[in-house]
């Protein structure tokens, strides 16, 4: 069950934040999509699932990575986006450090031209530095970059915190960025 659980996660991971048209399912410009409907095209690409799955996968999730809206007909992805959508974050003032969990082999790179959003839509940062390990990890040998978020944001740099507690922001430059 768990397995299955997080195997329906992954797919509503692709689905909502990179890939909709791989499944059929279409989001509108805020990243929602039509639950019902998300149902039917996982359904007809061959994953069983059904709403109470769903409710169980986005209220168990590990990192809240799903909002439902208030009737439960609609649901997003909270953070993570690659495809252009509008989540409507408003700029929020950020904790004087934040963590961004990297790999060792992308350091010579982000120390050269700082850290870049790459695929989505922000660089992504964590107010917990266990959080960015975990993030790091996954993409090698992990390394911890502290992130002067007080003086970004004292020189006008905007910062947005998605509804599961993940901090956004545009670029890094190296001059606020230490090992
Ligand atoms: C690196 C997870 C070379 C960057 C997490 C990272 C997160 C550079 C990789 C979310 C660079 C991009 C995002 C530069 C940045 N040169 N490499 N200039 N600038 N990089 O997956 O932050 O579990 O797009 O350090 O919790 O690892 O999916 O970003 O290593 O919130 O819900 O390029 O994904 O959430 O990798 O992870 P990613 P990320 P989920």
């Known amino acids: 069950m768990e397995k299955q659980l997080q195997h329906i996660s992954k797919l509503m991971s692709l689905v909502l934040r990179h ?8 989001l509108d410009e805020n990243g929602w999509a039509n639950v019902e409907q998300l149902i039917e095209k996982i359904n007809a690409n061959g994953t069983k699932v059904d709403i109470a799955t769903i409710l169980t ?6 990192k ?13 992805a909270n953070q993570g986006h690659s495809i252009g959508v509008d ?11 934040l963590y961004h969990g990297t790999a060792e082999r992308f350091l010579d790179a982000i120390l050269k ?15 917990q530095i266990e ?49």
Do not use: C
């Open 19 to 26: 890939q909709p048209e791989a499944i059929g399912l279409q």
């Open 57 to 62: 996968v986005v209220e168990t999730n590990d």
């Open 64 to 76: 809240q990575r799903f909002s439902l809206n208030e009737n439960k007909t609609m649901i997003r």
């Open 87 to 97: 989540l409507n974050l408003k700029p929020s003032i950020p904790p004087d450090i």
């Open 113 to 127: 031209e700082g850290l870049t959003k790459q695929k989505r839509q922000h660089v992504h940062l964590s107010w």
């Open 131 to 179: 959080t960015a390990k975990a993030v790091g990890i996954r993409h090698g040998k992990p390394v911890i970059l502290h992130i002067n978020a007080k003086a970004m944001h004292d020189d006008g740099y905007l910062f947005y915190v998605s509804e599961n507690n993940v901090w956004l922001v545009d670029a890094v430059p190296t001059q606020y960025i230490t090992i």
